[in-house]
Structures are given as structure tokens and as C-alpha cells.
């Protein structure tokens, strides 16, 4: 074996699609996602894609990203990086090339001054928020090999929407919301000055950044393939909750008013708003166990189940 290291090259392109599509072989891609999504992302530089190479075949990948760009005001978060995708041809298993590629890129995020290393809840460019436990579960044993260690535990969940109606229950109880002055609609471009820092201040910048991208074709190109409702108290917003085509979320409720039903209302709304417009299944990537529960209210069920992975470094 003469493997060699190095950074991925624009000549690269099909090899790399190809070794990825055989060793990620339940998240594929195409000529476009990598584009899109990997070679142009503002955090993207191709010192940090490193591939291994043997007798002019790629063998291995990893896909490390640091950020040059800040997300909006969370900055650039100097101590932080992230590998968002990283395999090896099943048939060049357990020949090292894998330890290979993850100390070379340990050795780039340290000199890079990263203390911290996720696998792979980077925005805005993640493909599955941590690794398949089932899917790839021969990585988290390399992973935990190597000292990665396993920090929460999300799920993708799915249901299908085909005969989906309003419960009963539902129907009261945004009745009762209303009569206690919580009304659960459309969104308006009334509410945007309102709604954008409330979704900053309640839920972060990565939110933030996804209810952008949404609006911004619900008010634009696009706006049969969206749902964003908004849940307003008197002048206050208190919720929202956004739809993409088949895909659900995230939602969600200001803290000081959780417990009343206005998540539930807010879900239950946009499902049926789904198939009102001809979609028949919903879909999310990620969520936590306890709000599964809600979810599975709702006729979701989970399809995977993912472990984040941590790893602490020094120099």
C-alpha cells in the first residue's frame, strides 16, 4: 500500500462523487449538492477536503470545514470546526487509511487554533446532523477508537400525510387559544420586524438563518412551496413554525409559554396546510427524544437515528 494524503482538486470531482456514494451509501450526491453545498459554502477551502490517494485512485475522504464567514452574530467561533462527511471504499477497509486521514486532519484544525471538533452539526451546509448509528455503525466504533466520544443522540423522524385530518382535540384547543388571545395564522410581511429578532433571541442564529432562507421565497419565487405560520399574543409573537415542500420544521414556542398547546396547534396546522397543497409525506432531519413524543402525536415515526460526535483537542 502506497497511500498518500493530500487535498482535494478540481479534477477530483467524479472520483470524489463516486467514493462518496460508495461509502456514505444512504446520503448520496451528485455533480450539483457538491457544488452547492461543499465547493461553494463561504467556509469551504480545499485544504481541508483532504483525500487518499493510492496508484491514482481515490480511496478516502474527509470533509473538515472552520468558519471565515460568521453566522450572522454568532461570529466566527474561533475555537470550533466541524467534519461534515468522511468515508473509505469499503474495499480499502481497515488498512489505516481512515487513522490517516483523520490525524492529518486533526493536525489542520490544530494548527488552525480549533480546541473543539464536531461530526457534524456545522450550518449551513450539513448533510446528516451526526453519524448513522445504524447505517455506519463501523464509524462510530472507529470514531470512539480515536477518542471521539458521543454528545446527544438526535433522530429523523417521517409521516405520512396521505387521509391526515385535524383531530378533534386540536380543533378545541386552538379555540381555547384563541379565546385566551393566542391566534395561530399565516405569517404576513407585518410580522417580519417582529418575527426575525424573536427567532434570534428564542432560538439562535442557525434558526434565524433557516426562517431567512424561507422567507425570503415565501415573499419571492416559491411561495407555493412553503408554510410559515406565526402564533401572536395581542401585538407579541410567541411561536412560528416553517415548511418546505415535504420538508417539516423546525417550529417553535417562546420558553415562558410552553405546555399550553400552542406547539401542538402549530404542528397539527401546517401538516394539514401540507397536504393541502398536494404534498403527501413530512419529513425532518433531526430532533430530541423528548420531542419525539410530539412528533409521534402527529403520525411521525423515526427512520434513523444519529450519534453527534465530540472531540477535544490540544496543541
Known amino acids: 500500500?502506497?497511500?498518500?494524503?493530500?487535498?482535494?482538486?478540481?479534477?477530483?470531482?467524479?472520483?470524489?462523487?463516486?467514493?462518496?456514494?460508495?461509502?456514505?451509501?444512504?446520503?448520496?450526491?451528485?455533480?450539483?449538492?457538491?457544488?452547492?453545498?461543499?465547493?461553494?459554502?463561504?467556509?469551504?477551502?480545499?485544504?481541508?477536503?483532504?483525500?487518499?490517494?493510492?496508484?491514482?485512485?481515490?480511496?478516502?475522504?474527509?470533509?473538515?470545514?472552520?468558519?471565515q464567514v460568521p453566522l450572522f452574530l454568532q461570529g466566527l467561533e474561533p475555537e470550533r470546526g466541524w467534519i461534515t462527511a468522511f468515508g473509505v471504499h469499503p474495499g480499502r477497509r481497515r488498512q489505516g487509511i481512515g487513522r490517516m486521514l483523520f490525524v492529518e486532519m486533526m493536525a489542520r484544525f490544530i494548527a488552525a487554533g480549533r480546541r473543539q471538533i464536531e461530526i457534524a452539526p456545522y450550518t449551513p451546509n450539513y448533510f446528516i446532523p451526526g453519524v448513522d448509528m445504524d447505517a455506519y455503525a463501523p464509524a462510530l466504533y472507529f470514531l470512539e477508537s480515536l477518542g471521539w466520544q458521543r454528545v446527544s443522540t438526535p433522530i429523523s423522524m417521517r409521516a405520512e400525510l396521505t387521509g391526515f385530518q385535524l383531530p378533534a382535540e386540536i380543533v378545541e384547543l386552538e379555540q381555547k387559544l384563541a379565546a385566551q388571545g393566542v391566534d395561530i395564522r399565516l405569517v404576513t410581511a407585518a410580522d417580519l420586524p417582529a418575527l426575525m429578532p424573536f427567532i434570534a433571541d428564542k432560538f439562535g442564529w442557525d434558526w434565524y438563518r433557516f426562517a431567512q432562507e424561507y422567507l425570503l421565497m415565501l415573499f419571492g419565487p416559491g411561495a407555493d412551496d412553503i408554510c410559515f405560520l406565526v402564533a401572536v399574543q395581542g401585538e407579541r409573537i410567541v411561536g412560528y413554525c416553517q415548511q418546505r415542500r415535504e420538508r417539516f420544521g423546525p417550529f417553535g414556542v417562546d420558553?415562558?409559554?410552553?405546555?399550553?398547546?400552542?406547539?401542538?396547534?402549530?404542528?397539527?396546522?401546517?401538516?394539514?396546510?401540507?397536504?393541502?397543497?398536494?404534498?403527501?409525506?413530512?419529513?425532518?432531519?433531526?430532533?430530541?427524544?423528548?420531542?419525539?413524543?410530539?412528533?409521534?402525536?402527529?403520525?411521525?415515526?423515526?427512520?434513523?437515528?444519529?450519534?453527534?460526535?465530540?472531540?477535544?483537542?490540544r496543541a
Open 1 to 67: 500500500m502506497n497511500v498518500t494524503v493530500r487535498p482535494f482538486r478540481g479534477a477530483d470531482e467524479t472520483a470524489l462523487i463516486q467514493l462518496w456514494n460508495a461509502s456514505m451509501t444512504h446520503d448520496p450526491i451528485n455533480a450539483a449538492v457538491l457544488r452547492t453545498r461543499v465547493l461553494l459554502d463561504p467556509n469551504f477551502t480545499s485544504r481541508n477536503l483532504l483525500v487518499a490517494e493510492d496508484a491514482g485512485e481515490l480511496v478516502g475522504f474527509v470533509l473538515g470545514l472552520i468558519r
Open 255 to 313: 420558553p415562558a409559554l410552553r405546555s399550553q398547546g400552542i406547539g401542538r396547534v402549530l404542528l397539527f396546522r401546517c401538516l394539514a396546510e401540507m397536504l393541502a397543497k398536494g404534498f403527501h409525506c413530512a419529513w425532518f432531519l433531526w430532533t430530541g427524544r423528548n420531542a419525539a413524543r410530539l412528533y409521534e402525536r402527529a403520525g411521525f415515526h423515526t427512520v434513523r437515528r444519529f450519534a453527534v460526535m465530540r472531540r477535544e483537542l
